[in-house]
């Protein structure tokens, strides 16, 4: 056993399949109430959530098998496969976005992902071994998932802010500013919007929310002071992490925005495809 792994000083309570069902009903009934009211979103409720269950089971079974395996190759490849699937997703999220940046998003996630989760793991946990499946795997999950978040609603509000800033883009170049200093206030906005949710999680917690791995670890029989330490450590992870992932996105994709000669684009392309032609 791993000195990560949370000690139980309480009863847990596991779910069976009756549980699950009953939970999957609320769903369906919230979804019944919608089409009652000709909300328009019961479907995707309820296919969202059994979608989020079959993931979340599978997701189980496969986090359970590396753990029980202790293979590191494992963890890497796993990791690996979710930080894929979180380009893809903050692709799917982001809107008004050029095509071709699947690569700037992939490499601002694992730049961003490796720094944190080496500063969590060697200078906070410090687990033995140090990429013990049980720590490694649910911390790069829970900070991917508000990275793509931050990074979908960051990109979304630079392309749209620099639409709508285009006269004063325009102004800013004629006068002699770089593109960095046309596009710094689109950006500074997008990284403030990005940051938004994380700041408000950080306020809240532990006085209006328990946060969920918080929650997770007292539901399951763990000590709650050293609930609230971890989790501590996840929020403040989290804030930085969305930060750094922002800023280095915004500093690879705002070039797309210009022409060569420094001249507001209408529609953004990124540099490499212009290359190419």
């Known amino acids: 056993m791993y000195p990560v792994a949370v000690q139980a000083s309480g009863t847990s309570y596991p779910i069976d399949i009756w549980g699950l069902l009953i939970a999957l009903t609320m769903v369906i009934v919230a979804s019944g109430l919608s089409w009652l009211m000709h909300l328009g979103i ?11 269950l079959v993931q979340l089971c ?12 202790g293979n590191p190759w494992l963890v890497l490849i796993l990791i690996t496969g979710m930080l894929v699937a979180a380009v893809q997703i903050t692709l799917s999220r982001a809107k008004g976005v050029p095509k071709g940046l699947a690569g700037p ?13 080496s500063m969590v793991t060697e200078l906070v946990i410090r687990p033995h071994p140090w990429y013990a499946p049980q720590l490694v795997v649910p911390l790069t999950g829970m900070l991917l998932g508000n990275t793509v978040s931050a990074l979908a ?3 979304s ?23 960095w ?18 700041t408000a999680s950080l306020a809240s917690s532990g006085i209006v929310t328990i946060p969920g791995m918080m929650a997770g670890q007292v539901i399951a029989g763990g000590d709650p002071f050293n609930a609230a330490k971890y989790q501590f450590v996840i929020l403040a992870s989290i804030a930085a992490l969305t930060l750094l992932a922002d800023t280095l996105i915004m500093v ?11 001249q507001y684009r209408d529609k953004p392309v990124v540099e490499h495809r212009k290359r190419n032609r």
């Open 42 to 52: 019961g479907k995707t409720l309820l296919w969202s959530a059994c979608r989020a």
């Open 252 to 262: 690879m994709v705002y070039r797309t925005c210009f022409t060569a000669d420094d």
């Open 105 to 117: 998003v992939l490499l601002s996630l694992v730049i961003t992902m490796l720094l944190m989760i």
């Open 157 to 179: 509000r630079f392309y749209e802010s620099m639409k709508e800033r285009r006269n004063e883009v325009d102004t800013l170049l004629a006068l002699g500013a770089t593109r």
């Open 58 to 69: 599978a997701m189980g079974f496969i986090m359970g098998y590396v753990i029980k395996s």
């Open 181 to 198: 200093e046309a596009a710094r206030p689109s950006i500074i906005s997008s990284i403030r919007l990005g940051l938004l949710p994380t």
């Open 153 to 155: 609603v960051g990109l």
